[in-house]
Each structure stands twice: as structure tokens, then as C-alpha cells.
Antibody, heavy 120, light 104 residues
Framework: QVQLVQSGAEVKKPGASVKVSCKAS????????ITWVRQAPGQGLEWMGW????????NYAQKLQGRVTMTTDTSTSTAYMELSSLRSDDTAVYYC?????????????WGQGTLVTVSS | DIQMTQSPSTLSASVGDRVTITCRAS??????LAWYQQKPGKAPNLLIY???SLQSGVPSRFSGSGSGTEFTLTISSLQPDDFATYYC??????FGQGTKVEIK
């Protein structure tokens, strides 16, 4: 069965970076992409970006350009999302989800979420 | 950038009601739209993709329609498990702001 297992909760200080991992199993990693979505406390869903599991091609939300980096390690079927220059409004639950091999595709399986808290 | 606007923001309904949620795109997105259900503290769950295709395992009381700029999600007979927040999304683009379905 398809599973996405994310790394554990993080607490970071403003200005620091965080790297969240998402380990996939139950499917051929390189046939799909990974989408990253976050949700601030009490708020809606915010799309952060997408990375191809095949060739590492990325597409980031304009708002996060320059601060977000998405990568994959196909040898371990793991995707990573790194967010730098953290601010208090980056406090959120971060989700990875299986997307398509191309950008225009839906997200059908989701990770359990990783809480990132930014606080001095 | 394409913007997605959902209405209403909150909807109060009773078990057995027919419920419709609307999502409008700021420009045509063909049928590249998904609907998700989210319950508190849980990850979103895919309900509908390609505007009207039911994801495997999702009850048939859920249906989607529309193309271009206007889309709807319909729950034919609201069940207790359906009280949740629903989001539309143009694939790998911003989500709608969400519609919370509450018990009337």
C-alpha cells in the first residue's frame, strides 16, 4: 500500500532553516512527483511547490521563491523540503503528498504532517 | 496567477441534506481541478479529481461537476462523517479558502 512517512516535529528559531523529509513506499517513486502543502494554525491549505520524482524538476509557489528548496533521493525514495530564513508565520503543519509525474496532477496520498514551530 | 474562490465559507446543514459547494477560477482551468476533505488534525483526503472523477474508495454520495471557471462539489445526502472542511484546488496551484460544513 502507498505510504508517505514524514519526519518528526521541529522547533526552530527565527532566521534558522528546517528540512522535512518524506519517505515513500508502496509505489515506484520515479513514476510520480511529490507536492508540499502547509497549514498554519487555524488557517487553510497553502500549496508550497512540487518536485518530479523522475528528474527533480521543481515548481515553487511564487511567495516562497528563494526560501524553499525541494529535493529527492531516488535511492531511498525520499523527498525533502527545506525552508530557510524562518519567520514566526512559517509556523505550520507541513504535508507531503504524492502527485503526478507532471505538474498538472492531483495529490492522492498524503503524509501524516510535520509540525514546524518557529519561536524565539 | 490563477485564483480560486470558494463559496460559501461556512455552511450549516442537517444529516440527509443535499449540499453544494462552489469553486470559481479566475481564468479557465479546463477540468484540472480536485476536491479535498479535511477533518481537524488530519491530512486532507482526495475526493474528486479531473473535476468529476470519483477517487477510489470515496462514497458515491460525493460528486463533482463543471469545467472552465465554475465547479461544484455536491454531497447528495449529508452523513455524520461528512462534517468537515472542503477545499478545491487547481492542480499544484493555490487552494480555495475552504468551506466548513457544520451541523445545523
Amino acid at each position: 500500500q502507498v505510504q508517505l512517512v514524514q519526519s518528526g516535529a521541529e522547533v526552530k528559531k527565527p532566521g534558522a532553516s528546517v528540512k522535512v523529509s518524506c519517505k515513500a513506499s508502496g509505489y515506484t517513486f520515479t513514476n510520480y512527483g511529490i507536492t508540499w502543502v502547509r497549514q498554519a494554525p487555524g488557517q487553510g491549505l497553502e500549496w508550497m511547490g512540487w518536485i518530479s520524482g523522475y528528474d527533480g524538476n521543481t515548481n515553487y509557489a511564487q511567495k516562497l521563491q528563494g526560501r524553499v528548496t525541494m529535493t529527492t533521493d531516488t535511492s531511498t525514495s525520499t523527498a525533502y523540503m527545506e525552508l530557510s530564513s524562518l519567520r514566526s508565520d512559517d509556523t505550520a503543519v507541513y504535508y507531503c503528498a504524492r502527485g503526478g509525474s507532471q505538474l498538472l496532477y492531483w495529490a492522492d496520498y498524503w503524509g501524516q504532517g510535520t509540525l514546524v514551530t518557529v519561536s524565539s | 496567477d490563477i485564483q480560486m474562490t470558494q463559496s460559501p465559507s461556512t455552511l450549516s446543514a442537517s444529516v440527509g441534506d443535499r449540499v453544494t459547494i462552489t469553486c470559481r477560477a479566475s481564468q479557465s482551468i479546463a477540468s484540472w481541478l480536485a476536491w479535498y476533505q479535511q477533518k481537524p488534525g488530519k491530512a486532507p483526503n482526495l475526493l474528486i479529481y479531473d473535476a468529476s472523477s470519483l477517487q477510489s474508495g470515496v462514497p458515491s454520495r460525493f460528486s463533482g461537476s463543471g469545467s472552465g471557471t465554475e465547479f461544484t462539489l455536491t454531497i447528495s445526502s449529508l452523513q455524520p462523517d461528512d462534517f468537515a472542511t472542503y477545499y478545491c484546488q487547481h492542480y499544484n496551484k493555490p487552494f480555495g479558502q475552504g468551506t466548513k460544513v457544520e451541523i445545523k
